[in-house]
């Protein structure tokens, strides 16, 4: 087979068609789709996510499901939170404004830590433990908070700063791309994929996981530590959960004990599966998860300038997991050709 | 009323390992532990209230919780199956806006009602043709499904609520000996599910489906057609208690029940059903039901924060799976 016929027998190439046809359909009826400034806008909507969906696709490729994260996002956004709002009252000063960041990543991981322990001292399906956790975590956040929200005003304006300021913008009477710039949480969300494909693909940890997903039987008979790799996938989707609870609060500017993280869960999953990462374990890529992320967004983005009203979205979003589910499916198995005859 | 539960100890076998004795056989039975629960928590509820103990009140209090129980009765056949359906509290949501709309616009109500049965029914075909005919993991279908249902749900009704006719609302309350309506139609259907699964051979193919699908394929069981038509009866079940919910609440919203389905696969495993399939009773999810209601109206009773019962109902989960899965192992040795 050429080269080219194998780089499109590849999952992430369906994906990639469809981000492409997604966008020329769109920019052929509004052409400001095409746009740098909507890039940014694209690019705004899906950090959170991306962060989210690198833990889970390491949980999922270790043929397990995280659940909780959401909750993991809700909880830890809420400790940081409460942190600043607390400081000053409690300690006489201000935390330095980054502390937030550590605190959320550490605490994401602890009740990540939680979820592997459970799963792998008890051996239980991750699916019914993440369950669990997801309610409990929730029901903390609610605890801890005591129901009340972070408001505004609490939360350091250098962690607001991250969703709209950048290292580097275009300047404004630049010819081409004017004022364009890409926010920190962008950077932060394509360098934690950068570090995940790195640790996937280039570590033997990473390798591990694939091998515990494809084959548990097999896997320990050959040497892996499947009790350590699986509480350190855990772990790690824990804590960029937490990652993504600290985003959430730069990008919203408030932490809700209610909504924060409600649901992220299932935007994450969607995402990863749209990216073609197998829900049996042992296959995914980062490249294709960040291929699913960014369709999402595109989805999201063009729903507003195409006119369609706000209540639609959410029929959209399920619309587009399903046919997504549809052409990964064919293209698995036949190669992209495979759209032929769909098409046909 | 799973007899065959009992039969599959190894009693039989040649070598003669000796009979299990009886008290073990009831406690691996997978509802065990939800029945134990169940106890000790009306126990712990007196304790807490001496109003606790008002089984007016506590029935008052099931009628909330009786759209989700009924569906997780179905729910559990369908787990028990190998499969897994996150849709149905967007079928109930989608099905309920279906039918308050077609009312409001002008049609007879009863026809109102056939239309919505009949929107849940597709919605279950649906899903039986993603997981079926095109053999994708059902979670995932389920998912893609459930953000679909409630989007066209919040399509048709937007972000008002469409109110029902006054002589329409109140089916809970609707006394029949003294039970609420809702509860009654929980126990019957439960009743008929549960001789369904536990003794025909329909339902004990279900089981075989959810041991092992292959085999039970080889052993000349169409398992598609049995799927099938535990999708049609989730999605049709479920649209039945949307519009349940819409007559208990008035008006009918697009967020009705949201995230009704996880409480769904929550009554499910805190009934002992095991989520790979195989392995489960509709006795368990009735009582786990019944263990939802009793731990949440206590801590209502008791004061509790309501955030707190979030709390312990994830803890109640993951401990009664840690419970049953080690009474299980012991006993296997």
Same mark, same amino acid.
């Given at each position: 087979m050429s080269a080219l016929g194998t780089l499109f027998r590849r999952r992430e190439a369906g994906i990639l068609v469809m981000i492409v046809l997604f966008c020329l359909f769109v920019g052929l009826q509004k052409?400001? $789709?095409?746009t740098l400034n909507q890039l940014r806008i694209i690019l705004l909507l899906t950090p959170l996510i991306m962060i989210g969906a690198m833990g889970q696709m390491m949980v999922l490729v270790a043929r397990h499901v995280d659940l909780s994260i959401g909750s993991i996002l809700g909880f830890s956004a809420m400790v940081s939170g409460m942190l600043y709002r607390f400081d000053e009252t409690a300690f006489g000063f201000n935390v330095p404004?980054?502390? *937030?960041i550590p605190l959320s990543v550490l605490v994401g991981a602890i009740l990540g830590f939680a979820n592997g322990m459970l799963v792998q001292l008890f051996r239980l399906p991750a699916i019914i433990v993440t369950l669990g956790t997801m309610s409990l975590y929730r029901g903390l956040t609610f605890i801890i908070s005591d129901a009340k929200q972070i408001d505004r @005003?609490? !939360?350091p304006t250098e962690i607001k700063g991250l969703s709209s300021t950048s290292i580097f913008t275009v300047p404004k009477? $630049?010819? !081409?791309?004017? +004022?364009f710039n890409i926010p920190w949480i962008v950077m932060i969300a394509f360098g934690v994929a950068i570090l995940t494909h790195l640790f996937l693909a280039h570590t033997r940890i990473g390798r591990q996981i694939y091998a515990i997903g494809s084959n548990p039987v097999a896997a320990p008979l050959r040497g892996i530590n499947v009790a350590r790799v699986t509480v350190l996938v855990f772990t790690i989707s824990g804590a960029l959960s937490g990652l993504a609870g600290i985003m959430y609060a730069s990008r919203w500017g408030f932490v809700n004990?209610? /909504?924060? +993280?409600?649901?992220f869960e299932f935007q994450v999953i969607a995402a990863v599966v749209i990216g073609g %990462?197998? =829900? /049996? *374990?042992?296959v995914g890529t980062v490249l294709g998860t960040v291929l699913g992320v960014l369709l999402l967004g595109c989805v999201a983005a063009a729903l507003p300038l195409l006119g =369609?009203?706000?209540?639609s979205q959410a029929a959209i979003y399920g619309a587009v997991i399903l046919v997504a589910l549809l052409i990964d499916r064919t293209v698995r198995q036949? *190669? =992209? %050709?495979?759209l032929k005859r769909v098409r046909a | 009323m799973t007899a065959a539960d009992a039969r599959?100890?190894?009693?039989?076998m040649r070598d003669a390992a000796?009979?299990?004795p009886r008290w073990q056989v009831l406690l691996i039975r997978p509802e065990t532990m939800t029945f134990i629960l169940l106890v000790l928590g009306v126990i712990a509820g007196s304790l807490l209230s001496p $109003?606790?103990?008002d089984i007016e009140y506590i029935l008052s209090s099931f009628t909330l919780y009786a759209e989700f129980s009924i569906v997780a009765l179905v729910l559990t056949m369908v787990i028990i199956a190998g499969e897994i359906d996150l849709s149905p509290a967007a079928n109930m949501a989608l099905s309920a806006c279906v039918f308050a709309w077609l009312q409001q616009a002008g049609l007879p109500i009863p026809l109102a009602i056939v239309v919505g049965l009949c929107s849940g029914l597709l919605m279950g075909a649906l899903n039986a043709y993603f997981v !079926? +005919?095109? @053999?994708?993991p059902s979670i995932i279908v389920t998912i893609g499904t459930l953000t679909l249902y409630r989007g066209l749900a919040q399509v048709i009704a937007g972000d008002k609520s469409i109110r029902v006719p006054d002589w329409f609302i109140g089916i809970d309350k609707i006394m029949i000996a003294g039970i609420p309506l809702p509860v009654v139609i929980f126990a019957i259907l439960a009743v008929i599910l549960g001789l369904v699964l536990g003794g025909t051979i329909y339902g004990r193919q279900i089981y075989q489906i959810g041991t092992n699908e292959v085999a039970a394929r080889h052993a000349g069981i169409r398992s598609a057609r049995i799927k099938l038509s535990l999708f049609l009866l989730i999605g049709l079940v479920a649209a039945a208690a949307g519009i349940m919910t819409a007559s208990r609440l008035g008006s009918v919203r697009?967020?009705?029940?949201? *995230?009704?389905e996880l409480q769904m696969v929550l009554m499910a495993m805190l009934g002992g059903t095991y989520i790979f399939g195989g392995r489960g009773t509709i006795l368990g999810t009735f009582l786990a039901a019944w263990l939802l209601v009793i731990v949440s109206t206590g801590m209502i009773v008791a004061n509790v924060l309501p955030a707190t019962q979030l709390c312990v109902l994830g803890v109640l989960l993951i401990v009664s799976i840690i419970a049953t899965n080690f009474i299980y192992s012991r006993t296997q040795r």
């Open positions: 052409p400001q $789709f095409l404004w980054w502390t *937030g @005003q609490w !939360i009477d $630049f010819p !081409i791309a004017g +004022g004990p209610s /909504n924060t +993280g409600f649901g %990462v197998s =829900i /049996n *374990g042992g =369609i009203p706000g209540t036949q *190669g =992209i %050709v495979g | 599959s100890t190894p009693s039989t000796p009979a299990r $109003f606790f103990l !079926i +005919g095109l @053999q994708l697009y967020d009705l029940g949201l *995230g009704g």
